[in-house]
């Protein structure tokens, strides 16, 4: 099972990746074809490629500051620090639903 497991964490963190790589539009030059590849990893990941892009901008535009969705409750460090290791531990075991 665990060769399972770790393939399929490979196989997952690829997929982010090249939904991270779309959105920037690097995962294929042309654009059309970039955001077609973007669309299906997305569909992957069980979220609308539009709405990653638009967050996943937002997350440059405020990089470690308590505005970064991507990294709450990390970003913010008015937070306590047993919320910030309860979601370490949330992320790091339920990723795709986290």
């Not at 077609?36 to 638009?54: D, K, N, P, Q």
Request: glycine share 10%.
């Amino acid at each position: 099972l665990v060769p399972l497991v770790l393939v399929q964490a490979f196989v997952m963190h690829a997929y982010l990746l090249a939904l991270h790589e779309a959105a920037h539009g690097g995962l294929c030059p042309v654009p059309f074809i970039n955001g077609y590849l973007g669309r299906v990893t997305g569909m992957f990941s069980f979220i609308s490629f539009t709405l990653f892009r638009a967050a996943h901008h937002g997350h440059h535009a405020h990089l470690g500051t308590p505005r970064d969705d991507e990294f709450w409750p990390f970003g913010n460090h008015t937070t306590s620090k047993r919320l910030r290791q309860v979601s370490a531990v949330l992320a790091l075991a339920l990723g795709l639903f986290w």
